[in-house]
């Protein structure tokens, strides 16, 4: 379900509940199920999607209801607040300081969007002022290297990669060292994926974090991924010191749930969301906003 559909469901559900002369428990019951059955289909994890239910019955006050009140609003209010309560971990992440070194890792899965994601990140901090630098430490994808090089190069982007190395670790932790050298201050170091989530996969992520020290690691998700959103997000967290989240693919039938169980797997906020194949096609992520879209 696209987050345009999850909107309309929503508000079909609180029309109904409006409808209803007697708002009682079980009116209020029907509306929250319609609206757990809205999420769910947009990807939203089940444990997610039944504590917000719970914690909305707590919120609202029945005799509110059945005096009249803005039922419609006043049930919408509580959604929206238990939404963005879900997309906020309670503390921002770390913030790299123009001028000032800072290394930012990137992980997820193949086919994510890690690379075209890595020079979007470059690429927006750069138009600020930034000295970016991209680190290509997939050894594992033949083509890896030439896709950060055509990237970097078309931004004009400093980059490093090897063709005949085949140690990850090596080529990260000369790739940081170099661009040190070069004062450069925002060194991001692309990584590994696999098309599954393999025990390799995430040993590599160990070494090559252990070995630069990244100041964040950003885990990178494809947002069409659904409802596997939560568990591929808690397994590079349990590697990795996951400190970001960028959603990708948020443009075509990008669904909204699946950010909600990154935030929960991972602790960590969303960043940034990626809305198109080019470099600029790359938004700031603020929790309201996309929360009112979701609601429609
Ligand atoms: P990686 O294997 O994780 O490094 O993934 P890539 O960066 O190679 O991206 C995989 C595919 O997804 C490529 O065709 C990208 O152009 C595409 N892609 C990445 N981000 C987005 C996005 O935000 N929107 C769309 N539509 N495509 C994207």
Redesign the pocket.
Known sequence: MVLAQLGGSISRALQQMSNATIIDEKVLNECLNEITRALLQSDVQFKLVRDMQSNIKKIVNLDDLAAGHNKRKIIQQAIFNELCKMLDPGKPSFTPKKGKTSVVMFV???????????T?YAYYHQKKGWRPALVCA?TF?AG?FD?LKQNATKAKIPFYGSYTESDPVKIAVEGVETFKKENCDLIIV?TS?RHKQEAALFEEMRQVSEATKPDLVIF?M?SSIGQAAFDQAQAFKQSVSVGAVIV?????HAKGGGALSAVAATKSPVIF?????HMD??EIFDVKPFVSRLLG
């Open positions: 997820g899965l193949q086919g994510s969007g890690k690379t075209t994601t890595c979007k997939d994808r890896a896709q692309d994926g990178v494809d990708t693919k948020m443009d075509g969301i990626g809305t198109g194949e096609e790359f």
